[in-house]
């Protein structure tokens, strides 16, 4: 299976939105791709908020 490149964006404390990138194949779940940056993000102590509804995530490649 092919992987694709997708943009998972999350809302933060600050206002502000933050976007990460995530490849996986192309029938991934979209709450496994939220799982995966919100996994990135808690790690480094991130200020986004773990929401997978106020998630935005697009396919970009």
């Known amino acids: ?3 694709r490149s ?3 964006a999350l ?3 600050d206002g502000k939105q933050y976007g990460y990138r995530v490849y ?3 029938d991934a779940l ?9 996994r990135t993000t808690a790690r480094a102590r991130s200020r986004s ?3 997978f509804d ?5 396919q970009v490649g």
């Open 6 to 8: 997708r943009l998972v």
């Open 49 to 51: 908020w773990g929401l």
């Open 24 to 26: 996986a194949p192309g």
């Open 30 to 38: 979209l709450a496994d791709l939220f799982r995966e940056v919100w």
């Open 54 to 58: 106020a998630a935005v995530i697009r």
């Open 11 to 13: 809302p933060a404390v």
């Open 1 to 3: 299976m092919k992987r």
